[in-house]
């Protein structure tokens, strides 16, 4: 099914239900995989993409189509999981990158997390850089977006995203390279 065919679907009372179905088919894996990047924890990722869902179908009517359905999609999960980390944070009184070093921690304790030391290693280089930086990182280098699609999702220009990755590069094989 053709995209825009997808969303006049969603924004129709009676096929809503079905095409959200077809939505959450195409999109859940990838939505997941994004989430998780970002708040590591398996638990917290489910809650988060159900918050994404959530937040997609009631807002689907808004939706102008002056992006990709997945880029509107993406935003959506970043703009969740930022504001999950944030109130996380805040709730334990940490700053956000207190609330990194706990996230690490726990990641090593995770029954979910399969990876081996490097990549262990990886997560902390990335838990070290800033905020963009990381969203940047984590888009271009594990979703393999393009520069094009991350400056819809995170209305920034291409220039400032080439930046931002080459320096995260840069940080993290630093990081890597010193630990």
Do not use: C
């Given at each position: 099914?053709?995209?825009h065919q ?9 096929t809503?239900n079905n095409?959200f179905?077809e ?6 894996e990838?939505?997941?995989?994004h989430?998780r990047?970002?708040?590591?924890s398996?638990?917290d990722?489910?809650?988060v993409?159900?918050?994404t869902?959530i937040k997609i179908?009631?807002?689907?009517h808004n939706?102008?189509?002056e ?6 999609m993406?935003?959506?999960a ?5 504001t999950?980390?944030n109130k996380k944070?805040?709730l334990?009184?940490?700053s ?11 990641l ?13 290693k ?8 800033p905020e963009?930086?990381?969203?940047v990182?984590n888009m ?5 977006l393009k ?5 819809e ?6 220039g400032?995203l080439k930046?931002s990755y080459h320096?995260a ?8 390279t010193?630990h």
């Amino acid at each position: 099914m053709e995209e825009h065919q997808l969303i006049q679907q969603l924004k129709n009372e009676k096929t809503r239900n079905n095409a959200f179905k077809e939505l959450i088919n195409l999109y859940q894996e990838r939505l997941y995989w994004h989430i998780r990047r970002m708040v590591l924890s398996h638990d917290d990722t489910d809650d988060v993409l159900q918050n994404t869902f959530i937040k997609i179908y009631k807002n689907i009517h808004n939706f102008k189509e002056e992006s990709a359905l997945f880029s509107w999609m993406y935003r959506i999960a970043t703009n969740e999981a930022i504001t999950f980390l944030n109130k996380k944070a805040k709730l334990k009184g940490f700053s956000s990158d207190e609330m990194q070093e706990v996230m690490i921690t726990n990641l090593q304790a995770d029954e979910y997390f399969d990876g081996d030391e490097i990549q262990l290693k990886l997560q902390q280089a990335i838990s070290k850089l800033p905020e963009k930086q990381r969203l940047v990182f984590n888009m271009k280098y594990f979703d393999d977006l393009k520069y094009e699609e991350i400056s819809e999702i995170l209305s920034t220009s291409i220039g400032a995203l080439k930046a931002s990755y080459h320096h995260a590069v840069k940080k993290i094989e630093e990081y890597i390279t010193n630990h």
